[in-house]
């Protein structure tokens, strides 16, 4: 069965500085793979998704994604910190050719960003 | 356009009760499912429906809920006969017609039971 694993369950920034939150998948076929953010008391916004084609995708606000097979990863960055970035970001996947099956999520990282 | 809608947002049941929570997908979208959030977890996948069939089940508990989706109206989540443990916030999400899994899925606000 597919798996997410995000590393660090808490991760804390300067306002500024660089975002690095990192996302590794278990599957023998690389998955479809996406990233979304949730914000106190409301639901999950997609940032971005990887399908096929360029490794490095681009999401909204700011957010990029790179697609490594080799490490099984998708980590997302952000070069610049802002303190609207302060919330919880899930990595999601699922199978290939697989249809509209569930989503399977990491357990998510709450980003906080420091004056 | 309107995004998935949920309601209640928030729903407060004592034990023993019953809940219900009610999910309105996108315009255009025949999926729709559900998804619990504890804290300090991710979301687990509880139900998948199409109107008027349960395509996967396989993450909603055996005994007290149930989902539907009807031909008309919007998708239920039903809890019965609630306990302590039900306490959590409850997402639903839909998605179009199959065109492929590189769809995402679109995601309501949630209803945030408690249970006293």
């Known amino acids: 069965a597919q798996s997410v694993t995000q590393l660090g369950s808490h991760v804390s920034v300067s306002e500024g500085a660089l975002v690095l939150l990192r996302c590794n998948y278990s599957?023998?076929?690389?998955?479809?793979l996406f990233w979304y953010v949730q914000y106190p008391n409301q639901g999950l916004q997609l940032l971005l998704k990887y399908t096929t084609g360029a490794t490095l995708v681009k999401g909204i606000n700011g957010f990029e994604a790179e697609f490594k097979k080799s490490e099984t990863s998708f980590h997302l960055t952000k070069p610049s910190a802002h303190m609207s970035d302060a919330a919880e970001y899930f990595c999601a996947v699922r199978p290939l050719y697989s249809g509209n099956t569930p989503l399977v999520f990491g357990k998510g990282t709450r980003l906080s960003v420091i004056a | 356009n309107a995004g998935v809608m949920q309601n209640p947002r928030h729903l407060v049941r004592r034990r023993g009760q019953e809940a219900r929570l009610r999910c309105s997908p996108m315009k255009g979208h025949s999926h729709v499912y559900w998804y619990r959030q504890l804290p300090e977890e991710g979301l687990k996948f509880m139900v998948y429906l199409q109107k008027e069939n349960i395509i996967d089940e396989s993450g909603m508990p055996k005994e007290r809920f149930s989902a539907e989706f009807p031909k008309e109206g919007p998708s239920i989540l039903r809890i019965q006969q609630v306990v302590r443990g039900d306490s959590a916030a409850y997402f639903c999400?839909?998605?179009?017609?199959?065109?492929?899994?590189?769809?995402?899925?679109?995601f309501g606000d949630g209803t945030r039971l408690s249970i006293l």
């Open positions: 999400a839909s998605s179009p017609i199959d065109r492929g899994s590189h769809q995402p899925q679109h």
């Open positions: 599957s023998s076929v690389p998955p479809y």
